[in-house]
C-alpha cells in the first residue's frame, strides 16, 4: 500500500492507483473531461489538474494520469489549481463554445468571461472519440494527424475506413457532438442559461484551499433555502 495526504486527509492507496482515482475514493471532486470510465487515460484536456509538493517547490500534474507515490502531498482545490482550471475552460470556450458538456463545466467553477479568440473549430482534441473505437470497438478506424496547431482527427490519408462499422459511438462520446447548447447571442461565449451559482462559503481570495468538498455543500444549501423562503415570503408581502 501507498501512503499519501490528500487535502490533508492521510491516503492509503494500491500501487497503481492515480491520483484522479484516490481523490474520487476519498471524495475529493476534481472534474474531468477527456477522462472517461473504460477507457486510458489520456491527459489531453488538463483539467483535472492538481497541485503536488510542498508550497514553494510545488508543481501541477493531471490527476488521471499521475500515479500516487509515498508520501506524496496533494491539493485538489488550492487557488493556483483553480485559476489552472478555469483559464482551460476559457481556453475550451474559445475552441468549442457550443458544447453543452464545456459549458456546464465553465458555470460550475464560476467562468464568466472568454478572453481568447474565438475560434468555433469545435473539436478539443479530447481523445475520447480515437479511444472508444480502439479500445472499445476494436476498430482502429480513426486517430490523430498532424502535430500542433494543425493536429486533428481524422481517417489515414482522409480515406474512408473499411474497418468502421458506422455504430456512432465516436459521436456518443464526443463533447462537441453529443449535446449542443443554442444560445441566442453567437458572440458571446459563455450562454449562462444552466448557470450553477458558486458556492458562497468557498471564497479562494480570503482562502488559500476550498473549505468544503461536499456536493451539495449542507451549508450552502441551508443558505440557499432560507433565500428561497425569504423570497417568497417577500413576494407573498407584495402580492
Known amino acids: 500500500m501507498i501512503t499519501l495526504s490528500i487535502n ?3 491516503a492509503h492507496v494500491e500501487k497503481g492507483t492515480t491520483l484522479l482515482e484516490a481523490a474520487t475514493f476519498f471524495g475529493f471532486p476534481i472534474p474531468t473531461l477527456c477522462h472517461m470510465d473504460g477507457l486510458s487515460d489520456y491527459g489531453a484536456c488538463r483539467l483535472c489538474v492538481v497541485e503536488i509538493g510542498q508550497q514553494g517547490k510545488s508543481r501541477l500534474v493531471s490527476a488521471c494520469t499521475y500515479p500516487a507515490e509515498e508520501g506524496l502531498i496533494v491539493r485538489t482545490s488550492s487557488a493556483r489549481v483553480v485559476h489552472a482550471r478555469r483559464m482551460i475552460l476559457e481556453l475550451l470556450l474559445a475552441s468549442c463554445p457550443q458544447s453543452k458538456t464545456v459549458q456546464d463545466l465553465a458555470a460550475a467553477h464560476d467562468v464568466s468571461q472568454q478572453r481568447f479568440r474565438q475560434e468555433y473549430e469545435d473539436c478539443i482534441l ?11 470497438m476494436m476498430a482502429k478506424a480513426i486517430g490523430f494527424r498532424g502535430r500542433g496547431e494543425n493536429r486533428s482527427v481524422g481517417t489515414p490519408f482522409d480515406l474512408k475506413s473499411d474497418a468502421c462499422r458506422l455504430c456512432g459511438a465516436c459521436m456518443r462520446v ?48 441551508i443558505v440557499r433555502r432560507e433565500g428561497e423562503f425569504t423570497a417568497k415570503e417577500t413576494k407573498d408581502v407584495v402580492v
Do not use: H, W
Not at 479530447?126 to 472499445?136: N, P, S
Not at 453567437?186 to 461536499?214: R, T
Open 174 to 221: 464526443c463533447p462537441a457532438c453529443e449535446l449542443r447548447c443554442t444560445y441566442a447571442e453567437p458572440e458571446k461565449a459563455i450562454c449562462g442559461g444552466c448557470a450553477n451559482l458558486q458556492p458562497p462559503c468557498i471564497d479562494l481570495n480570503e482562502f488559500e484551499d476550498m473549505m468544503c468538498y461536499m456536493s451539495p455543500c449542507v451549508a450552502c444549501e
Open 126 to 136: 479530447c481523445g475520447r472519440c480515437v479511444r472508444i473505437c480502439a479500445e472499445q
Open 8 to 10: 490533508g486527509v492521510t
